[in-house]
């Protein structure tokens, strides 16, 4: 089992960042692979950004390039979303997941992941 919390959502001004945190627990960080994932009012769950176990491949979302980045501190058990110049449109529940793999590959899909966080709310405000 591996317990996530995400923290570090809130309101800001479009154009504005956050860096959003997502602490794990329960077994070796470094097992998994790692997912960011968001849900806004009335729409699908998507895609956000993928890091794999020892953060050597990353991949975001084409809506999000250029402005989020993924990372990972896997002494600390925590994995990142840094999210720049946001806009209104990236207001949502953001998720995170943890997949088990021993792989380097990374997982954009949602059905890929076993464990997933509560969520926290990030809202941008125009």
């Known amino acids: 089992q591996v317990q996530l919390v995400e923290s570090g959502g809130g309101l800001v001004q479009a154009g504005g960042a956050l860096r959003l945190s997502c602490a794990a627990s329960?077994?070796?960080?470094?097992?998994?692979?790692m997912g960011w994932f968001r849900q806004s009012p009335g729409k699908e769950r998507e895609f956000v950004a993928t890091?794999?176990?020892?953060?050597?491949?990353?991949s975001v979302a084409d809506s999000v390039k250029g402005r989020f980045t993924v990372s990972r501190d896997n002494a600390k058990n925590t994995v990142y979303l840094q999210m720049n110049s946001l806009k209104p449109e990236d207001t949502a529940v953001y998720y995170c997941?943890?997949?088990?793999?021993?792989?380097?590959?990374?997982?954009?899909?949602?059905?890929?992941?076993?464990?997933w966080g509560q969520g926290t709310q990030v809202t941008v405000s125009s």
């Open positions: 997941a943890a997949k088990y793999s021993l792989t380097y590959r990374i997982f954009p899909k949602e059905d890929d992941y076993e464990y």
């Open positions: 329960g077994r070796t960080f470094s097992m998994y692979a």
């Open positions: 890091i794999t176990r020892f953060g050597g491949t990353k």
